[in-house]
DNA sequence: CGCTTAGTTGACTCTTCTCAAAAGCAGTGG
DNA sequence: CCACTGCTTTTGAGAAGAGTCAACTAAGCG
């Protein structure tokens, strides 16, 4: 089905029903592409759909006055961009597709009757918000107590974890379809400066890149060396 | 009644019904009092109770392996400490007071049982976690790309229309019962610099501070200068 | 093969941190 | 009411991390 993703990522929190699967499938519209740099959603908009990743990278960002971007999230398949206009007016953010993405349009009106409706499903969203919820929180606490170094080698930890959960990662590596630019204006810090920590980072032998491909040459040592504890990720799964 | 300044927040989303102010009020099982600096909710706990906060400021955060503590957010009266755990197994941070604090335990299964089945009011729930994301995010970017002196200007921005929100400023000035200390470990520097930001935005005539009262001078000033654009607090009322 | 974008390097500047120590304030007990 | 104590705020000076600017190299694409 076009929801999969979603489902085995809703999954993690309680196996779900075939009706409530259905219900989801059924609220799919249609499927449509978005090219790499292409606004999926932008700030002010209130849109009629709920948008469900199906394939790619997308990114949540604000744009300031003096015309700094900063990503905010990351979003990967099986992630939903934006449950959040079933309740507020408007977005207060912009979402962008990172890499080339395929996007599933949802109704509005269904998803909100699923989650005034379907006790388990509806748990199940919300448990996902929540988990979106400290992930964000744990960012905070990389961009406010931890050094650049670090903060890189956490973020990438932390995506080898949630690729591996959506089934995109089987060893320790995983396809990082974004720049070192895109990177640094995650982390608040400069291309330059974010050139610099990598190759720090591979010269302490953790990583390794090969094109867009992202090796963990030492899990481990990555994890003991960023501080990475992967509760805040709340899987039920074990690594 | 006890949970008056969560209806007040509330209502901002939606006028609630008597019935479901009842069953809040009904969920409350009990009031208790922290001193300040007192743990609400630790890293780890799987609390029996959802904590409502009904006076006094308090705080999430997290300790990280060198000790350093970093503050995620700011509660105040109205606040909902931990609706998390309602789907979430446990908290993956601790909640301290800050000030003396007096919360409102809710019993848990209540809580979820209105989740369950009171539409209006779990809607409201959610919005309001949904703000608190919104929160999140702005924090986000406030660590991630914008300078020490604009970090403080913005976050005194947001707490004066926060507590704007719940009654606890009427002009523009209110009460702010933190350190330095605590103040640095929310932006993410030193105490040092901390108070060295705070005197130049005393010097550039936007703030003034009277023991533990934060007074702004020129709120429209201090909005500019740090960029604030307050629509991710989604409140309804207007400034 | 040429063009454009992404990654890398070097030298210099500026912000923020570190380490200390002084000064201010608030609560406590005599 | 004052001395004492502990915490918070403030200052100073030097060090380190991160930003800036600018050029150069490497890689992807038509």
């Known amino acids: 089905m076009t929801v999969d993703p979603l489902i085995a990522k809703l999954e993690q929190f309680r196996k779900l029903t075939p009706e409530d699967c259905e219900a989801l499938e059924d609220a799919v519209v249609r499927v449509t592409d978005y090219a790499a740099r292409e606004d999926i959603i932008q700030q002010g908009e209130k849109p009629d759909f ?129 720049t070192q630019q895109e990177l640094s204006d995650t982390m608040g810090m400069t291309v330059v400066h974010m050139n610099r920590m990598l190759q720090e980072l591979r010269g302490r032998n953790l990583i390794e890149s090969k094109g867009k491909r992202m090796i963990i040459k030492d899990l481990a040592a990555l994890m003991e060396f960023s501080g990475f504890d992967p509760l805040y990720l709340h899987q039920v799964a074990k690594h």
Chains 1, 2 share one sequence.
């Open 50 to 178: 709920v948008h469900l990743l199906l394939e790619g990278w997308a990114g949540r960002y604000k744009i300031l006055a003096e015309g700094e971007r900063h990503i905010m999230a990351y979003l990967i398949p099986g992630d939903l961009c934006d449950i959040h206009v079933t309740l507020l007016n408007q977005m207060d953010h912009s979402i962008g597709a990172l890499s080339p993405c395929k996007v599933a349009l949802i109704s509005l009106e269904k998803m909100m009757r699923i989650l005034d409706t379907r006790e388990d499903l509806s748990r199940a969203l919300w448990w996902s918000a929540l988990v979106d919820e400290a992930t964000l929180r744990e960012w905070l606490v990389t961009l406010g107590a931890r050094p650049a170094d670090k903060r890189i080698a956490h973020l990438i930890c932390e995506m080898l974890l949630r690729t591996r959960a959506v089934g995109l990662s089987t060893d320790d590596s995983f396809e990082l379809p974004l």
